[in-house]
Nanobody, 125 residues
Framework: QVQLVESGGGSVQTGGSLRLSCVASGSTADTTYMAWFRQAPGKEREGIARIYRPGGTTDYYGSGKDRLTISIDNAKNTAYLQIYSLKPEDTAMYYC??????????????????WGQGTQVSVSS
């Protein structure tokens, strides 16, 4: 059974940065692909970054992708999401997700089998 635990969210001012962490436990094979999604109030959950653990290949999606960096520390079973130049529209719950298989389009929530509980990011102007 895979468990994902996010941390690192908080309240920041516009222009600040945050690094979110996602610790995975359980089957390593089932977390071959790890991703970050976000869900703003009243909006659908959307994928923003994905990483392939064995090779470190990354994918990004959405208008804010130039302000994101996803990375992995396989020894710690931890994925990170660095968000730069935060804006009020980045305010959302950020979720970590994982899956064994590659599937397109990867940024759809139904493509991932395992989910964390989320960490809240609030950006004030």
């Amino acid at each position: 059974q895979v468990q994902l635990v996010e941390s690192g969210g908080g309240s920041v001012q516009t222009g600040g940065s945050l690094r979110l962490s996602c610790v995975a436990s359980g089957s390593t094979a089932d977390t071959t692909y790890m991703a970050w999604f976000r869900q703003a109030p009243g909006k659908e959950r959307e994928g923003i970054a994905r990483i392939y653990r064995p090779g470190g290949t990354t994918d990004y999606y959405g208008s804010g992708k130039d302000r994101l960096t996803i990375s992995i520390d396989n020894a710690k079973n931890t994925a990170y999401l660095q968000i730069y130049s935060l804006k009020p529209e980045d305010t959302a719950m950020y979720y970590c997700a994982a899956n064994r298989w590659n599937s397109y389009p990867w940024f759809e929530p139904r493509k991932f089998a395992y989910w964390g509980q989320g960490t809240q990011v609030s950006v004030s102007s």
